[in-house]
């Protein structure tokens, strides 16, 4: 490195160093504002699942011809880790796992290739089998949940009103798609009694049969005039209940309406697959998911806007009640990272300020916003975003921004001690310290390395670790070689020659007994080494006694409770046993809000 000194390049050409110090601080400054934030990093879920149902069948019968055979297409996939499956009469559920190691960017290969091949598998399957169907968008994370409550009104009218609102929550930048939970679909039922049709002989068969030949939506042709073309259509759907009852049954015959010898009637169905509580109360729960690399707390405060909007033109009887939004956690996260920031570069100017002088302090303290304007920017460059992981890793490296400012800006002022120029002394410090300061900084970046590639969900989920912390320390040697040794230029004061030169500087005690234990451990390396070698076992049975977590337990203020009840337990019966855990949970002081999923 003798031979090209970038810092003295740099101030040989003293008005682009300022152009490039004011461009990089704009720069990242737009590059903060405009990076996307969320509370957890994107990965890749590698789970599928298919359904399929064969009303009628046992549980064994849904194993063997209909869950086997989809299970052994399933496992030539290239990725393919295993399946689990389950069963009970009438339905098979299979969860499809492909490798934790499976490239992000192959897994949506890897599930069209499963729908392919279940798809081919589809048509053997034995007659009736409903589906397969398949799911795969398990990646979707609700950004804001909101309920809607209308205790007495009919189901039907929520539904109406939650897709209204669902419309109009589409409509705000940054949603990317809306998901209505807790909906129960309309049935029209037809209830007969087995000894009434008995008596006036009518097979249950030929009812079925009548209602669906009337339903039918069948082609009538077209008439060509001369000037279009007219396509005709007979009006046999039904348009209300009362058509169903219309239904006209053939039967030894005799003509009979439907209504006559059935009950028809208009309801839900029966019993509910789904049933969503909120506030001891059913609801429909609306999940607002956010597009990528959005910014959380600009969403958070355009949800927020538009729910106020709603409310005020909710029907009477209806109201909207918040169940969770993530743009408060994010908002704590961004809070926390500044505050620390804050925190640091207090420390910094206090300790450079007392030990150098508060010139020195300055120039030192001027390397980290530097440094994070071009953290920033590499990070929007390369689509990453502010989540927990990204500002643990800035927290991480806050610590480690500064030293490479502080030994430039030290080695600057030692040389002038000697007696030479600023301007020389600047450049010094490319060529004593930049090789030593790079070697350093690559150590410390490869200690995190196998987090940055590893090959699974946990090395895709915290690899922001490494890199984050990368390109923080590069950054921070680039600044220190570049941006450094102009500001030292511009800021620090004169500082008089110390007489008797280099020696004359460090001596000292506090030098000489440091001299005097570096001396002891190059004269006897051996046993230096060998302590150290002591010290690296000691710490490795140590770490045995340390408890060990990937991560530590989330922070948010929530507790989930799972209930199950025994196989076969009526979904009435699950509901009576949340809804006391509910009025329990309600009378806590604590609670603020309570939801069910059953």
Same mark, same amino acid.
């Given at each position: 490195?003798?031979?090209?000194n970038?810092?003295?390049l740099?101030?040989?050409h003293r008005a ?6 004011i461009?990089?601080a704009?720069a990242?400054a737009v590059?903060?504002?405009q990076?996307?934030?969320?509370e957890d990093?994107k990965?890749t879920?590698k789970i599928?699942t298919f359904? !399929?149902a064969w009303?009628?069948? @046992?549980?064994?019968?849904?194993q063997?011809?209909v869950?086997?055979?989809?299970e ?7 990725y393919y880790?295993?399946v689990?499956?389950?069963t ?6 299979? #969860?499809?796992w492909?490798?934790?190691n499976?490239p992000p960017a ?17 048509p053997?399957?034995?007659r009736?089998?409903?589906?397969p169907?398949?799911?795969d968008e398990?990646?979707?994370?609700s950004f804001?949940?909101y ?6 009104l009919p189901h039907?009218?929520m $539904?109406r $009103?939650?897709?209204? *609102?669902r419309?109009r929550?589409?409509h705000v ?10 909906e129960?679909a309309?049935?029209? @039922?037809v209830d007969?009694?087995?000894?009434k049709l008995? #008596?006036l002989?009518l097979?249950?068969?030929?009812i079925?049969a ?6 039918d939506?069948a082609p009538?042709?077209?008439v060509?005039?001369k000037a279009?073309?007219?396509d ?6 039904y348009?209300?209940v009362?058509?169903v009852?219309e @239904?006209?049954? !053939?039967a030894n015959?005799r003509?009979?309406r439907?209504?006559d010898i059935a009950d028809?009637?208009?309801?839900y169905?029966?019993?509910?697959s789904f ?7 059913r609801a429909?729960?609306l999940?607002?998911v956010m597009k990528?690399?959005w910014?959380g707390p600009?969403?958070g405060k ?8 709603i409310?005020?033109?909710?029907p009477l009887?209806?109201?909207?009640a ?5 743009s408060?956690?994010i908002?704590?996260?961004i809070d ?7 925190v640091a570069?207090?420390?910094? *100017?206090i300790v450079s300020?007392?030990?150098?002088g508060w010139?020195?302090?300055l120039?030192?303290?001027?390397a980290v916003p ?6 920033f ?8 975003e502010?989540?927990r992981i990204s500002?643990g890793?800035l927290?991480?490296?806050l610590?480690?921004?500064?030293d490479?400012?502080i030994i430039?800006?030290e080695?600057?002022?030692v040389? &002038?001690?000697e007696?030479w ?6 450049g010094y410090a490319?060529t004593?310290?930049a090789?030593?300061m790079?070697?350093g900084?690559?150590?410390?970046i490869?200690?995190?390395m196998?987090?940055?590639?590893a090959q699974?969900?946990a090395g895709?989920y915290?690899?922001?670790?490494f890199? $984050?912390v990368?390109?923080?320390?590069i950054?921070?040697?680039v600044v220190?070689?570049l941006?450094?040794?102009?500001l030292?230029?511009k800021?620090?004061?004169e ?9 004359a500087i460090y001596d000292?005690?506090l030098y000489?007994r440091?001299r005097g234990a570096?001396?002891?451990?190059v004269?006897?390396k ?7 070698? $002591? !010290?690296?076992?000691v ?7 340390v408890a060990?977590?990937f991560?530590?337990s ?5 507790v989930?409770?799972?209930v ?6 009526a979904?009435?019966?699950t509901?009576a046993?949340?809804?006391? &855990?509910?009025?329990?949970l309600?009378?806590?002081?604590? !609670?603020?809000v309570v939801t069910t999923?059953?």
């Open positions: 490195m003798d031979r090209f970038l810092s003295a740099a101030l040989r682009v160093t300022l152009f490039l110090i461009a990089l704009l990242g590059a903060f504002l990076l996307g934030r969320a990093p990965f879920i599928m359904t !399929a009303p009628g069948a @046992t549980a064994r019968e849904m063997d011809l869950a086997d055979p989809l052994r297409r399933l496992q030539e996939l290239r880790d295993r689990d499956t389950y009970r009469p009438g339905f098979a559920f299979i #969860t499809l492909v490798r934790d499976t192959q897994v949506p290969e890897q599930f069209y290739q499963a729908r392919k091949k279940v798809g081919d598998e589809t053997k399957l034995p009736g089998v409903i589906g169907f398949a799911n398990y990646a979707d994370v804001a949940i309920a809607l409550r209308a205790k007495g039907r009218e $539904v $009103v939650a897709d209204t *609102m419309q929550l589409l930048p940054g949603v990317q798609k809306v998901d209505i939970l807790g129960q309309q049935r029209i @039922t007969f009694d087995p000894a008995a #008596t002989g097979d249950p068969r030929t079925i009548s209602i669906r030949e009337q339903n939506i009538s042709g077209a060509d005039t279009s073309r007219v005709l259509r007979v009006d046999n759907g348009q209300d009362d058509a009852r @239904t006209v049954v !053939a015959g003509s009979l439907l209504g028809v009637r208009r309801g169905e029966d019993p509910p049933i969503v509580h909120n506030g001891g109360e429909l729960l999940s607002v990528p690399n910014n600009e969403l355009a949800l927020a806007k538009q729910a106020a909007a409310r005020a033109d909710l009887g209806m109201t909207l918040s169940v969770s939004d993530q408060v956690n908002n704590e996260a926390e990272f500044m505050l620390k920031f804050v570069l207090a420390v910094v *100017m300020l007392i030990g150098l010139r020195v302090g120039v030192v303290a001027a530097l440094t994070l304007a071009g953290v920017l590499v990070m929007q460059a390369t689509g990453r502010f989540d500002l890793a927290i991480l490296a610590g480690l921004l500064v490479d400012a430039a800006v080695m600057m002022v040389k &002038m001690e007696g120029d600023r301007v020389r002394a600047a490319w004593a310290t090789g030593p790079l070697s900084t690559l150590v410390t490869i200690a995190l196998p987090v940055g590639f699974s969900s895709e915290a690899g922001n670790i890199w $984050v990368g390109y923080a320390l950054i921070s040697w220190a070689v941006f450094t040794p102009y030292g230029v800021l620090l004061p500082i008089p020659r110390h007489e008797g030169g280099h020696d000292t005690p000489g440091l570096v001396a002891w451990s004269d006897h051996w046993l230096a080494a060998a302590i150290v070698c $002591v !010290a690296m076992l710490s490795i049975v140590g770490m045995g006694f060990k977590q991560f530590p989330s922070d948010r203020p929530e989930l409770v799972e199950q009840l025994p196989e076969g337990t979904i009435a019966n509901e046993v949340a809804a006391r &855990m509910e009025s329990w309600a009378k806590q002081a604590e !609670a603020k999923y059953v």
